[in-house]
Structures are given as C-alpha cells and as structure tokens.
Nanobody, 124 residues
C-alpha cells in the first residue's frame, strides 16, 4: 500500500521559513518524479515544485521561484520542500505527490499518488 505522509507545516510569520517533508512508503521515490502542490481556500490545487528521478532537474512555479527549494533523499525515501521568505499568499494546504511516468511533472493529472496534505499558514 502506497502512502505519502507530509509533515512540517504550521503557522509562521511573513518572511519566515518552513521545511516540509514527505515520507513515502510502499514505493521507492528514486523511481518516481515527486511534486509539491498546494490548495488555498476557495482556489484550485496548483503546482508548486517538482523534481525528477535523478534529482538533477527541478521545476518551480513562478510564484515561488527563488524562495522555495525541492530536494530528495532517496536513502530516506523522503522529499523535502524548503520554503523561505514566506508570504501570506503562500497560505494553503500543501500536498506531496508521486508521478511514475514523469511525462509532465507540473500537471496535476500526471500524478499517481497523493498525500493527505499539511497546513501552512503565513501571518502578515
């Protein structure tokens, strides 16, 4: 049974940092592209960041480029999202996802498995 479990969310002031983690079980992340998405209240889920199997290629939404960094530790079967210079508009539930094909890692419909999400709230 595949499980993706996010952790590290919380309440932070604007300008602060958080590091999210996504621990995978039932699959080996080295065989998957891994992504982070987020969904704010009343809005659609949107792409945040993704990393390909080898970790050499990363992708970011324009809104987080230069502030967020995605990384993976294959030995720990865990993906991370380091979030710096957080803004109130970053407030959302953040989801981790795994994509076997990696054909288009920025697209929600490409992903095969999803976590339950972790809440990130940035106060102004």
């Amino acid at each position: 049974q595949v499980q993706l479990v996010e952790s590290g969310g919380g309440l932070v002031e604007a300008g602060g940092s958080l590091r999210l983690a996504c621990a995978a079980s039932g699959l080996t992340i080295s065989s998957y592209a891994m992504g982070w998405f987020r969904q704010a209240p009343g809005k659609e889920r949107e792409f945040v960041a993704a990393i390909r199997w080898g970790g050499a290629r990363t992708y970011y939404a324009d809104s987080v480029k230069g502030r967020f960094t995605i990384s993976r530790d294959n030995a720990k079967n865990t993906v991370y999202l380091q979030m710096n210079i957080l803004k109130p508009e970053d407030t959302a539930v953040y989801y981790c996802a795994a994509d076997r094909s990696a054909a288009s890692v920025t697209k929600i419909y490409e992903y095969d498995y999803w976590g339950q999400g972790t809440q990130v709230t940035v106060s102004s």
